[in-house]
């Protein structure tokens, strides 16, 4: 058959397909249609009126509201109810995968995605202590790390005698130009992080990174990336509340930085939400924060107090000036002044 013959078959065939998808695919309306026939399947109701969520801090301004048995609920905590999220069968899963990496005895078996912060050093005790893993911890130096979370980087790993390296790079134009547009830089640089690590993983053929990441993938904790690797979010796998995770740091050398905000590693998040704040009068945190109520992993009191607008100390705005981010701090030293 000759390459003419050959892409015209093609070509047929690619027609054909198309058609079939375009019978199928099913319009926006169809499709919201269909999602309010099976909402109203299983018991949840539109809810039209203002209504806070039951279960977690979303309202009728912030998600669609539902009514299901006699309580409202928002979307998000109705596909939850929907769709039970398991977290025996998740952490059964997860363990076996860390399992199966322990047995083929390499050198590393793992990659941690390693920050210094509170919820990887507690993965890494984790790895360490109870699943008696050995992971090579690694860090993604973006330009805006705390110098407190490099060093808790360099305790805790000499502490349980692992390999750690510092992969440097530098997210500066990124952040500004984020923070400039008033939009949360977190999911963006989350990823980039992430980017680093495979590409990591790839070049040491290491197939497993780990983070201390505590919510679920949807209804799993692992993922596959490309090339075979699996990215893991080990804390899925022992769904510890943020005051038992404070109680494992409380016993290892580790410090806990003020950097405004939740965070214990990051420089620029307390002035990325000062920023957002200030457009929206809302946390970019709001949605994860929901999440973490709905599976039980914070009060609504935590949850509500961690979305307040944060301080952010001025030795922090300057050092972020120093490592060239565009903050504005006239405001905060004249106040200082009075
Ligand atoms: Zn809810």
Same mark, same amino acid.
């Given at each position: ?9 093609? /070509? ?17 309306? +169809? ?7 099976? $909402? ?6 539109? &809810? /039209? ?13 912030? =998600?669609?509201?539902?009514? &299901? ?28 995968? #860390? ?16 920050? %210094? %912060?509170?919820? !990887? ?5 984790? $790895? ?14 973006? %330009? &805006? ?7 808790? @980087? ?14 440097? =790079? ?11 547009? %008033? *939009? !949360?830089? @977190? ?8 980017? *680093?690590?495979?590409?990591?993983? =790839? ?29 893991? =979010? +080990? ?8 005051? *038992?995770? &404070?109680?494992? #740091?409380?016993? +290892? ?65 300057? *050092? ?14 004249? !106040? /200082?002044?009075?």
């Amino acid at each position: 058959m000759d390459d003419a013959t050959q892409n015209n078959k093609d /070509n047929i065939k690619k027609d054909k397909l198309n058609k079939i998808d375009k019978k199928y695919k099913l319009s926006t309306e +169809l499709k919201f249609a269909k999602k309010t026939r099976e $909402l109203e399947e299983f018991g949840a109701i539109p &809810y /039209n009126k203002y209504a806070e969520c039951e279960l977690c801090i979303h309202t009728s301004e912030t =998600r669609p509201m539902y009514e &299901y048995n006699g309580k409202k609920f928002c979307i998000e905590c109705i596909n939850a109810l929907r769709f039970p999220r398991n977290f025996e069968k998740m952490s059964e899963e997860l363990f076996n995968h #860390l399992r199966v990496q322990k047995q083929k005895n390499n050198k590393y078996d793992c990659i941690l995605g390693f920050s %210094g %912060g509170k919820d !990887s050093v507690v993965a890494l005790y984790l $790895l360490v202590n109870d699943l008696k893993l050995k992971p090579l911890c690694v860090t993604v130096d973006n %330009g &805006y790390m705390a110098d407190e979370a490099m060093e808790n @980087c360099k305790n805790i790993a000499k502490y349980f005698k692992v390999d750690w390296l510092v992969l440097n =790079r530098d997210y500066t134009k990124f952040f500004n130009k984020m923070i400039e547009r %008033g *939009e !949360s830089p @977190c999911r963006i640089c989350s990823d980039m992080n992430m980017h *680093e690590l495979w590409h990591f993983a =790839r070049q040491t053929n290491i197939t497993t990174i780990v983070t201390g990441h505590e919510l679920p993938f949807g209804t799993t904790a692992l993922r596959n990336m490309k090339k075979d690797i699996t990215l893991v =979010r +080990l804390l899925v796998g022992y769904k510890l509340s943020e005051k *038992e995770r &404070y109680e494992i #740091l409380d016993n +290892l050398p580790w410090n806990k930085p003020d950097l405004g905000g939740y965070t214990t590693n990051c420089l620029v998040l307390g002035y990325a939400l000062q920023e957002f704040y200030k457009r929206r009068n809302i946390s970019f945190e709001y949605d994860r924060v929901s999440a973490m109520i709905r599976y039980g992993l914070m009060t609504k009191e935590e949850a509500l107090s961690s979305l307040e607008c944060p301080e952010v100390p001025l030795e922090v705005l300057k *050092e972020l000036k120093n490592r060239g981010l565009n903050v504005k701090i006239e405001k905060v030293e004249k !106040s /200082n002044n009075i």
